[in-house]
């Protein structure tokens, strides 16, 4: 039986905000039904944090393994929630793998909100682009940048949709991001059923550009906004003036860069 044409159009467009997102530039998904930790999963059991997050400093969390080193080169990392692919690339820089995947879930207040991880400096990338994978599901390996740094990984909680691995187009604080730890925390059990909700991807634009596409104007007024500041953390210290000397030279040899793709780059 042919479906009512109203049918197809409401499964086919999602309205966001004052835009419209086409069937193409949507996956459905179910709902998270719970955060874990990208590593020594549920709990990162056997890792511990090497560096936290800070607004407008550290965005994201270093998860090491305990023993140290490069002991954890090749270790497994799991998506933190049910997902969709919605980066998986080699961007190089002070990058190298990078995965991104975005999760709608239900918020407390009953209503459904889009939220990214993402996972840096991996050795490999086990998913692909629009892959839909789940809860604790491995998406690559833990790796070091080609040994730019000690195995680790880091990985940040993205509120804001639009920026991908264009982190220095948009402010660098708790308006785009959340404290990694505690939004998991927060979220460790989540309402969910198997009914497949629709995710919006395609929403990041190239390194270097503003990712100001209008359609997707008021994205970023869908996520959760209250609840989840920040703890307060110690400035991490300067651990390896050395190793940072050495970088910091080897990118000023890239003088070809952009500035604000170096920016990026710099900072992970
Ligand atoms: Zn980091």
């Known amino acids: 039986m042919v479906p009512p044409i109203p049918f197809l159009v409401c499964c086919g467009l999602l309205w966001i905000g004052s835009g419209v997102l086409s069937a193409k530039d949507v996956v459905r998904h179910v709902l998270a039904d719970g955060f874990d930790f990208p590593v020594g999963i549920p709990d990162a059991k056997g890792y511990y944090k090497y560096r936290g997050y800070t607004p407008n400093g550290h965005l994201g969390e270093d998860w090491n393994g305990v023993g140290g080193g490069d002991t954890d080169l090749g270790d497994p990392i799991y998506s933190v929630a049910h997902g969709v692919v919605v ?7 002070g990058w190298g793998n990078c995965i991104i995947v975005r999760h709608a879930y239900r918020d407390a207040d009953g209503k459904i909100r889009y939220v990214d991880s993402q996972y840096g400096h991996l ?3 086990h998913v692909k682009l629009h892959d839909r994978v789940k809860r604790g599901q491995q998406i690559g390996t833990m790796g070091s940048n080609r040994g730019m740094y000690a195995a680790h990984l880091h990985f940040e909680m993205r509120k804001e949709l639009r920026l991908g691995m264009n982190r220095s187009a948009w402010p660098r604080d708790n308006t785009c991001y959340y404290h990694p730890t505690n939004f998991i925390n927060a979220n460790r059990k989540l309402r969910s059923s198997s009914k497949q909700y629709p995710i919006p991807v395609n929403t990041f634009h190239g390194q270097g550009q503003l990712g100001k596409d209008p359609r997707l104007k008021g994205l970023e007024v869908t996520v959760a906004t209250s609840g989840l500041e920040p703890l307060e953390e ?4 300067e651990k390896n003036s050395i190793l940072r000397g050495i970088l910091s030279k080897l990118r000023s040899q890239d003088a070809k860069e952009d500035s604000e793709a170096r920016k990026d780059s710099e900072e992970p």
């Not at 980066?87 to 820089?93: A, I, M, Q, Y």
């Open 87 to 93: 980066f998986s690339d080699d961007v190089r820089k």
């Open 123 to 125: 050795l490999k990338r």
């Open 234 to 237: 110690k400035k991490p210290k």
